[in-house]
């Protein structure tokens, strides 16, 4: 949402963390809407910071490892000044870098799912077995 803001929208990073979190759920919606807020107090912290400290709140109660927080983070840190091609491009690379770390996970979880199955159904046997 926030890379369409940008993009088409012509957003500014906290305009589009605003609007992004008018359209997002939980556990996005706050911490989106409190990032635009705390930009529009112009207190002079950076987007990023305030976008990391933000989202690190939200965060905490997911479950997530430290590498999916870390790359879910990094293309704030690289968007304080620079022009809207160049942050859309950086929020590009780090959903696709979570893409891949979703389809890694997604094949290991078909590997278990395989083995549990497996291990059922030779239990089952072996159970049989025991009770003849």
């Keep these: 949402m926030l890379i369409s803001e940008v993009r088409y929208g012509k957003a500014t990073l906290p305009e589009g963390c605003r609007s992004a979190g008018r359209q997002a759920g939980p556990p996005f919606s706050v911490p989106l809407q409190k990032i635009y807020e705390k930009m529009q107090e112009n207190t002079g912290d950076a987007f990023g910071d305030v976008f990391c400290s933000c989202m690190k709140e939200a965060m905490e109660t ?38 891949r770390t979703i389809l890694l996970l997604e094949e290991k979880m078909e590997d278990k799912c395989r083995i549990a199955v497996g291990l059922g159904a030779m239990s089952g046997l072996l159970l049989i077995i025991i009770l003849l």
Excluded: Y
């Design 62 to 99: 997911m479950p997530l490892t430290k590498q999916d927080r870390e790359i879910f983070l990094r293309f704030a840190a690289k968007n304080s000044f620079a022009e809207e091609a160049m942050q859309v491009k950086w929020m590009e690379q780090s959903r696709d870098m979570l893409d």
